[in-house]
């Protein structure tokens, strides 16, 4: 079941300059930036109100996706993510639904477990699905 939107992922060139934008806009510092190796970037995080995040994410490399994102689109949302129960079984059920998925499984990250939608199924919008352990 999906609980709650989480956060919006925004993808920016330049990190330290976007962090200094969104604190100014946001009142607010990150509560924490961090490199994220297995998506090859490196992200800032906002906490808006008490439940959504905004995520501004940098490509670690020339060749991620968040790297050919910006290269194709620019800056400016990348992804949207929801909270859910069972990782799994959401990935499981939107595919029964003819969702075509990124992730067949939820992959572990340091956040919690994360799986994503493919956004030609999505009308162009990347879903990620997050599951914090209990």
């Not at 709650?4 to 300059?17: K, S, T, Y």
């Not at 995080?45 to 991620?64: A, M």
């Not at 990250?109 to 997050?130: N, Y």
Request: hydrophobic letters at 40%; proline letters at 4%; aromatic letters at 6%.
């Amino acid at each position: 079941m999906i609980k709650r939107l989480h956060h919006v992922g925004i993808a920016v060139n330049n990190l330290d300059e976007s962090v200094a934008l969104y604190e100014q806009i946001l009142g607010v510092k990150p509560h924490s930036i961090e490199d994220i190796p297995t998506q090859r970037v490196k992200a800032a995080f906002f906490k808006v109100g008490s439940e959504v995040e905004v995520e501004l994410i940098q490509p670690t490399v020339s060749d991620s996706g968040v790297a050919r994102f910006l290269k194709n689109r620019g800056q400016g949302i990348h992804h949207i993510c929801f909270e859910v129960d069972d990782i799994d079984g959401e990935l499981k059920a939107m595919a029964k639904k003819g969702v075509e998925l990124i992730d067949r499984q939820g992959r572990t990250e340091p956040a919690g477990k994360v799986g994503f939608l493919h956004p030609k199924s999505t009308r162009g919008v990347l879903i990620e699905f997050i599951q914090f352990e209990t």
